[in-house]
């Protein structure tokens, strides 16, 4: 699948030293992703200060922000994250209109943002195309690959796969690790270009060694289904463990797969489980699959059918085949709940309306 970039909100250390504004990790923490990010960083290569206090960045950026529109934006993004002052969609997008008005395209990106998840405004995928496109034209590869998604799913703009993979080319072609990332898909599903397994590995590896979770993501399954390079088991599990490491749930549950098959680590079920954890509690579907079997078995974990029932239950609940199937087998034989053909039969249709096969047996059976 491909993304789109966004401003969002992480939890910084209060115990950074020396002390930083919030505004200062914020931006520390998502130099490689943000655009208000790299914003801050290129002012402070201009004589921005590093602000040490809150006080300090909300003072200096308000006097700035009279005349300079990236001080202005940068103060938007203080008001509309909540970095130590107030959170203000409203004085956000007032300043962040008065930068994008003076054709300052940082904050047209923004603003666009904003309409993209409805922050402060009616959503408005019109609106949102709108100063994207504007930015977009003008070069700025945040801009682009937002524009691309926009393309790529028909959202404010008609469904285009060849306008989507245009605007992700030249976003991918300035350095944007998630632009690569989109293009490797493009080129992995033939959409809007030629399939390309070579094409889709060489923009994964782009975004990948760049720090893209993604990509890094994406190269390891590359690796592991051996498309477009060499098979290779040890090279996908350290591509997932990167991912991993990043907090991506899809890169934990396909590190928990390998080191439950023992493909390119040591198998380990402990090792697995606590991957397939770390997945299961990001709402991944198939991580809390695996965990609940885990759970039923006590493989890798103490035997806990309470546990089994919980995690089975939270896949069941985003349409997971085989949760379904797994909880019609609890309530069939009684196992953790009091049995129920009712139930069993009720868990076991709606496995069958997902997958007929998986629950022909035992639908017969009852």
Not at 71 to 98: H, N, V
Not at 182 to 201: C, F, H, I, T
Not at 340 to 349: D, G, I
């Amino acid at each position: 699948m491909t993304g789109k970039g966004d401003e969002k909100k992480i939890v910084t250390s209060a115990s950074s030293v020396p002390p930083e504004a919030a505004i200062t990790a914020w931006c520390r923490e998502k130099r490689a992703s943000s655009a208000t990010a790299r914003l801050f960083f290129e002012m402070a290569d201009r004589g921005m200060p590093l602000f040490a206090d809150d006080a300090e960045a909300v003072s200096w950026l308000s006097e700035h922000g009279k005349t300079d529109p990236a001080a202005a934006t940068l103060l938007g993004l203080i008001y509309s994250e909540g970095l130590g002052a107030g959170k203000s969609y409203e004085k956000a997008l007032s300043l962040y209109r008065s930068a994008a008005d003076q054709e300052f395209v940082p904050a047209q990106f923004v603003l666009g943002c904003m309409y993209d998840k409805g922050r402060g405004v009616p959503q408005s995928d019109s609106e949102a195309v709108k100063w994207y496109r504007l930015a977009a034209e003008q070069g700025y590869a945040f801009a682009q690959n937002n524009l691309g998604w926009m393309y790529e799913n028909g959202k404010g703009v008609p469904q285009s796969d060849s306008e989507a993979a245009k605007w992700y080319r030249l976003a991918a072609e300035q350095g944007d690790a998630e632009a690569q990332g989109n293009l490797g898909w493009m080129y992995k599903n033939g959409r809007g270009v030629p399939q390309s397994d070579s094409e889709a590995v060489r923009w994964f590896r782009a975004a990948a060694e760049q720090g893209d979770s993604r990509g890094q993501n994406n190269l390891g399954c590359m690796y592991l289904y051996g498309t477009g390079v060499p098979q290779s088991d040890s090279e996908a599990a350290k591509w997932y463990r990167l991912a991993a490491e990043q907090g991506d749930s899809r890169s934990q549950n396909n590190l928990g797969d390998m080191y439950f098959s023992g493909r390119g680590v040591p198998r380990s079920d402990s090792e697995a489980a606590k991957w397939y954890r770390l997945a299961a509690e990001q709402g991944d579907a198939d991580a809390q699959c695996r965990l609940g079997n885990m759970y039923f078995y006590g493989v890798g974990v103490q035997k806990s059918y309470a546990d089994a029932l919980v995690w089975f239950s939270r896949a069941a609940d985003q349409g997971h085949a085989f949760a379904l199937y797994s909880l019609g087998c609890m309530y069939e034989d009684g196992e953790g709940v009091g049995a129920s053909v009712s139930k069993a039969r009720e868990f076991y249709q709606k496995a069958s309306a997902l997958d007929p096969e998986l629950a022909k047996e035992a639908l017969e059976r009852i």
